[in-house]
């Protein structure tokens, strides 16, 4: 269970992300022999179900786009200030570098989102629906306490330069 103010959070999108990852194997209706998810295409609106958008603020979000064969799942990370503003395009800029080391992190997010996940019916295949849920789920959980702690380092530094400036 999450505990605080993000559990109501967490446990609407956990709930979500389990009621759409039923995904299938699913072969193009265009091409012969391909296989591609139909969220990132977005030709056949007949295989894309509604976009959920889950908010905590107009900033922390999360949009789950599903189709029959693929599920994009987008954050939105708190940015209170300046500082966490640019601490948090370079922290998604340090984890899309490493997209492939994560498999399911795209190294471009969806405009008006920080981050964005892709997972395919191949990845549900390979790995546990639930584990990929557990992990979203600790993700969100865990991004924000990691900004806050590095504002709360640079913070440290800056008074500790100050004083001895001073």
């Known amino acids: 269970k999450a505990a605080g103010a993000l559990g109501p959070y967490l446990e609407a999108v956990e709930r979500t992300l389990n009621a759409a990852m039923c995904l299938q194997n699913f072969a193009?209706?265009?091409?012969?022999?391909?296989?591609?998810?139909?969220?990132?295409?977005?030709?056949?609106?007949?295989?894309?179900?509604?976009?959920?958008?889950?908010?905590?603020?107009?900033?922390?979000?999360?949009?789950?786009?599903?189709?029959?064969?693929?599920?994009?799942i987008s954050v939105g990370i708190k940015q209170v200030n300046d500082l966490e503003v640019l601490l948090v395009k370079k922290f998604a800029s340090f984890l899309q570098q490493r997209a492939e080391s994560f498999f399911i992190l795209r190294r471009k997010p969806v405009a008006g989102y920080d981050l964005t996940f892709l997972i395919t019916n191949f990845h549900c295949e390979n790995m546990y629906k639930a584990k990929l849920v557990a992990f979203i789920k600790q993700f969100l959980q865990d991004v924000d306490a990691e900004i806050v702690e590095m504002r709360?380092?640079?913070?440290?530094?800056?008074?500790?330069?100050?004083?001895?400036?001073l």
């Open 28 to 72: 193009s209706q265009r091409v012969e022999r391909h296989n591609k998810p139909e969220v990132e295409i977005r030709r056949d609106f007949e295989l894309l179900l509604h976009p959920v958008v889950i908010a905590r603020d107009l900033q922390q979000r999360v949009l789950i786009e599903s189709s029959v064969n693929s599920i994009r």
């Open 152 to 165: 709360q380092e640079i913070n440290a530094r800056a008074r500790i330069s100050a004083v001895s400036y």
